[in-house]
């Protein structure tokens, strides 16, 4: 496990979470902390913003006990 921390501009901590260590956190990608959906981009700003995007969610919800379960 690792933890990735979410920054304001004045460099005061706003979030924190924790991902398995397989999991890519890369460019172009998004993560959700908390209240903050924040789209990851590149350290030096070479990125260029994907336009149109559109978000999806998963069909599916953890049940109390972590367990999967379908949404119908």
């Known amino acids: 496990m690792r933890e990735v921390k979410l920054y304001d501009d004045c460099d005061k901590l706003l979030d924190s979470k924790i991902v398995k260590l397989d999991d ?3 460019s172009g990608e998004t993560l ?3 209240s903050y959906l924040v789209d ?3 350290l030096h ?4 913003p994907i336009p149109n995007v559109v ?5 599916t919800m953890a049940g109390w006990n ?4 379908s949404k119908s």
Do not use: M
């Open 32 to 34: 959700t902390f908390g």
């Open 45 to 48: 700003g070479e990125s260029k």
């Open 40 to 42: 990851i981009g590149d």
């Open 66 to 69: 972590g367990t999967p379960t």
């Open 24 to 26: 890519a956190v890369r």
């Open 55 to 59: 978000l999806k969610r998963e069909k």
